[in-house]
């Protein structure tokens, strides 16, 4: 008896700490889900999904009325006022993947090629794996100018990264957790089961469990330093002299166009040093570049 109440303690203690561990986080990612379903409803299909069915407007925030109009205006084909309308709501602070997403089509639609993908990247990081917004980015990123051919990735690398995008942070938290809370849940049965077989079924039920929290707790770490990450940037610009120095009298190295995906390395007064997919790099402008 007092073995299993020393043990129900230092599971209430362990279960304890991990959610106090997780409140900020799990508190920041529930007002930005509840930012999201007040200001955006679902999508319709198609290639680019139609974006969402506008409502009266009544008595209702700013914010849904803006949503609804923004939302009229793509459906009418106004482009220009629906970009230009979502843009105000990501002035008014209201952040979700579907308003990048929204956006991001009407840019698409109206040949802003730089500032769709930079939408379509933002959307993606919210919800690394919808399958609409991976598809839209393929097909701006297939407008583009500038072929580069990537550096080949290691196998098992992309197919981790593969499995990690198709759930985003939140979900791989709320995972972890539950593996933590059935791992300790199948040690207490390991501990003090007295059949043989309910002992093993503990046992290796706790190994499992264990395994899936640890490799859930990963996923989820990487996809917030993913959500976190400052140094993509797409170019905004039609066309832009990447130098070899952070001079605009250096020597032109190559040229990149709108649209093209860059990492930024280090930074020097108003000059990014950046590396494309192949492994060159080099120096260009702040301005002609935006942070995804």
């Not at 007295?194 to 190994?207: A, W």
């Not at 990149?256 to 950046?274: F, P």
Request: net charge positive; aromatic share 8%; hydrophobic share 50%.
């Amino acid at each position: 008896m007092k073995r299993f109440i020393v043990i129900g303690c230092a599971v209430l203690a362990v279960v304890a700490s991990a959610r106090a561990q997780e409140m900020p986080l799990a508190a920041s990612e529930q007002a930005a889900q509840s930012r999201q379903e007040a200001a955006a409803p679902e999508n319709g299909g198609g290639t680019f999904a139609d974006v969402g069915t506008p409502a009266a407007e009544t008595a209702r925030p700013q914010h849904e009325v803006l949503w609804d109009r923004a939302n009229t205006a793509y459906i009418n084909g106004d482009y220009a006022t629906a970009a230009a309308t979502y843009e105000q709501l990501l002035a008014e602070g209201l952040v979700s993947g579907k308003l990048y997403y929204n956006l991001a089509n009407a840019c698409f639609k109206q040949e802003r090629l730089g500032k769709a993908i930079l939408f379509y990247r933002r959307a993606l990081r919210s919800a690394p794996g919808n399958s609409d917004i991976r598809h839209n980015l393929g097909v701006a990123e297939a407008r583009t100018k500038d072929e580069i051919e990537k550096i080949p990735e290691f196998f098992f690398a992309a197919w981790m990264r593969g499995v990690r995008q198709t759930m985003s942070c939140r979900a791989w938290t709320l995972l972890s957790l539950a593996a933590l809370l059935g791992a300790l849940a199948l040690l207490l049965v390991y501990l003090l089961g007295r059949r043989l077989s309910l002992r093993k079924i503990g046992f290796y039920g706790t190994l499992v469990a264990a395994a899936i929290f640890v490799a859930a707790t990963s996923f989820a770490a990487a996809e917030r330093r993913g959500m976190l990450d400052r140094s993509q940037a797409v170019v905004m610009s039609a066309s832009v002299a990447v130098k070899s120095s952070p001079d605009k009298s250096a020597t032109d190295l190559f040229v990149l166009h709108e649209g093209t995906v860059v990492r930024i390395v280090d930074r020097l007064d108003e000059w990014c040093e950046i590396v494309i997919a192949d492994g060159k790099k080099g120096w260009l402008e702040s301005r002609k570049i935006e942070i995804i």
